[in-house]
């Protein structure tokens, strides 16, 4: 169920803040891989442990508890506070933040809000005397292509050279051989300010090129250069990701598989198009259909009616996904980010844990895609964030995710900040 709570301001001429986190986990497959179960909430003295426990159910406890505490407070915003949290937002949100959606448009209208805050984000990233907030002020676009393979089966003793899994698995081979995606960092891109401040203000703990080629135009070489310093995690923030998720396929051993299945997901860098890696995904798998004999279809086609064989189609999961609008950043011309900004410093450079540092607050840019997808006409100041520090939150998605009790009170501090905006 989607919730929605509403804590009205008295001064109704201000637009509303949006906070928002979504109540559902990804599943768990094995339980005995966990240390501890992984929905005992188990606290042993430094981390919390258990699904969710970083994706997002620290997020929307930590909004409650603040909540909670300022009307014990006898708390009177000003400015009307929503709370929103929808519940399918691991399987792309739809009956959820869809939903919770359509009704703040209705009730309030479109660019009606401040700002909206929700997960997400790089975090806190700590460069000698500097900690930079890095909130996602961007993500990427998304599309799931699915290959539905229809081959003709028989008995397992008297084999084609390739079974469909053979040409299944012959068709991903390619897609990551192939017309590989490359990274650009061009003028546009939020990431690209967050290099600029580390340069200005942390020049001896950045890589010694990095100054020079930000003045460049190469602005695929300057990603490149930046990828390989930094890693994957750093990469996909500026490039397309590819990954095969999902394939399916046979029943018995001693049956030819007949039908066959896989799923490819993509997070699409912002400068291409879910349609640029169609097109691409096309130009691989086209080649391969001929060699086989296979007829193919391709997504605004139809696939031929009733049972067919030697058929390949592709489609898409759902709807693609185009990378979300940009949120301003420029404390000079944006009053609703400076003043986010500035709460952001104001808390963690209050943080014991930060003590003697300095903050620097600049955008990045999300990897994946949070529910924010389905809020972008409600304002154009999103920010997704959930501001941990590196290294003290642990294996989102996987076995024995945790997060350091210390990284959930201090974003309990940035709600307590931001909600000071209300007033």
Known sequence: MGLVFTFNGTDETLKPLLFTAHQDVVPVDDPSDW???????????????????????????????????????DWKPTRTVILAFGFDEESHGFLGAGSISKELEKRYGPDSFEFILDEGGMGLKTLGDVVYALPGVGEKGSIDIVLSLSVRGGHSSVPPPHTGIGIMSEIIYELERQDLF??????????????????????????????????????????EAVAQSRGDKIRFTFQTSQAADIIRGGIKTNALPEKISAVVNYRVALHQTPDDVKQRAIRII??????????????????????TTNHLHLSTLGTPLVSAPISPTNVRTDAVWARFSGVTRAVFESVPS?????????????????????????????????????????????????????????????????SCLSR
């Open 35 to 73: 240390t501890y179960p992984p929905f005992s909430g188990l606290f042993d003295g430094v981390w919390l442990w258990g699904r969710g426990a970083s994706d997002c159910k620290n997020v929307l406890i930590a909004l409650l508890s603040v909540v909670e505490d300022l009307l014990h407070q």
């Open 182 to 223: 490359v990274p650009v960092l061009d003028e546009k891109h939020p990431s690209r300010q967050a290099l600029e401040c580390q340069v200005r203000y942390s020049p001896q703990h950045v890589e010694p090129w990095l100054a020079s080629l930000l003045e460049s135009d190469d602005y695929t070489g300057l990603a």
């Open 286 to 307: 086209t080649p391969i259909a001929s060699k086989y004999n296979l007829t193919l279809t391709t997504f605004d086609e139809q696939p031929p009616e009733g049972s």
């Open 354 to 418: 930060l003590a003697g540092k300095t903050v620097v607050v600049s955008g990045d840019v999300m990897t994946g895609n949070t529910d924010t997808r389905f809020y972008w006409n409600l304002t154009r100041n999103i920010y997704r964030w959930s501001p941990s520090r590196a290294g003290r939150t642990a294996n989102i998605h996987t076995v024995d995710e945790r997060i350091d009790i210390d990284v959930h009170l201090e974003a309990m501090m940035l709600y307590y900040g931001t």
